[in-house]
């Protein structure tokens, strides 16, 4: 398990929940703010707000305020305009880090995340400094159950992706970026609504972090994602699974 998905795995299992749950719903909201307005507010004929919406059920985010957010995003008033930034860097111990921003203000933004990076151990880095160790992906998920490996491999394959990895729990598909929404109206229509749907940045290597330095590292991807501004936070660092579950505890 790469750095991305244990930070969120410890995060889950930590204290102070009902904090983190509200901040999450922030960020969902804004989410679905911005794709409502880029396309149709309606999530049947705009993918990237059906993506936001798949991912707010997925929190548990009452089915009111989904639609209220859409209704509020599409109405006369403009509100807020988001812009979509991305922030690269390194942590502690060397490792990279990036940083997806939905903000209404870049130059408090870029204030903020630098200032979290000094503060920590890292530093921040230009655009594309990191991301060249990663992959971006489209990645669908999809329970174990609504289909077996041959049949979901034959479906992945004529939605246009790429890779299928399945397991006793879940099947996972993931494509090139541009295939994204092809993949989910093509697999939504034989499968229905997928578990996840996202577009995400996967490390082509990963850097093995001990006790110190993953405290480190987990402290500074703490604090950025407790920014409003912040959507997401992606890291190569991996953890032993003895180590990740004392963190955890």
Do not use: C
């Not at 049949?151 to 993931?174: C, F, K, N, Q, R």
């Amino acid at each position: 398990m790469a750095g991305h998905s244990q930070f969120k795995n410890i995060m889950h299992r930590k204290g102070a929940q009902d904090a983190r749950r509200a901040r999450q719903f922030a960020k969902l909201i804004r989410e679905i703010t911005v794709s409502a307005r880029q396309g149709l507010p309606d999530p049947a004929s705009n993918p990237r707000l059906r993506t936001a919406v798949l991912a707010a059920r997925k929190e548990n985010m009452p089915k009111d305020t989904v639609d209220r957010a859409i209704k509020k995003a599409s109405g006369a008033a403009a509100g807020e305009d988001y812009a979509e930034v991305r922030y690269e860097g390194y942590g502690p111990s060397g490792v990279a880090v990036i940083v997806e921003a939905l903000t209404d203000n870049r130059n408090r933004t870029a204030s903020d995340i630098r200032s979290a990076f000094n503060k920590h151990g890292g530093a921040l880095g230009e655009t594309n400094a990191v991301s060249f160790m990663f992959d971006r992906l489209a990645v669908i998920r999809y329970p174990a159950g609504v289909a077996d490996a041959d049949a979901m491999l034959e479906a992945a394959i004529d939605a246009g992706a790429d890779d299928v990895e399945s397991t006793a729990e879940w099947h996972e598909i993931t494509g090139a970026p541009d295939s994204f929404f092809a993949m989910q109206d093509a697999l939504e229509s034989r499968f229905g609504a997928p578990e996840s749907a996202k577009l995400d940045w996967r490390p082509r290597t990963t850097v093995p972090v001990d006790e110190d330095a993953a405290t480190s590292v987990l402290k500074l991807l703490d604090v950025l994602d407790e920014s409003d501004d912040v959507q997401n936070v992606y890291a190569n660092f991996d953890l032993p699974e003895s180590l990740l579950q004392k963190l955890s505890a």
